[in-house]
């Protein structure tokens, strides 16, 4: 499994394909006319960011920490990937 730093210098196509592969689907939502996709990777999280006009990849970001998983926390359970 990729560190977080490693991920996010990879290319999108790099970072779908690691998603893809061995990402753990934990939720996804909508926001400013996109779909939002939240993975677990091992050590941090990764959003995919898809365009809901022609359903392509815009964005994936991996990251650490609870802030960017306030939009998320009232739709998942983390105890089962904490530990």
Known sequence: MPQLNAFNCRTTAEKMDIVRGR????????????????????????????????????????????????PYLGEISLQGLMG
């Open 23 to 70: 990402g753990v689907f934990l939720s996804a939502r909508h926001e400013r006319g996109c779909g939002v996709v939240l993975y677990h990777l091992g050590g941090f999280f990764a959003e995919v960011w898809h365009d809901e006009q022609d359903d392509g990849v815009v964005l994936v970001r991996g990251f650490e920490g609870p802030q960017l998983l306030e």
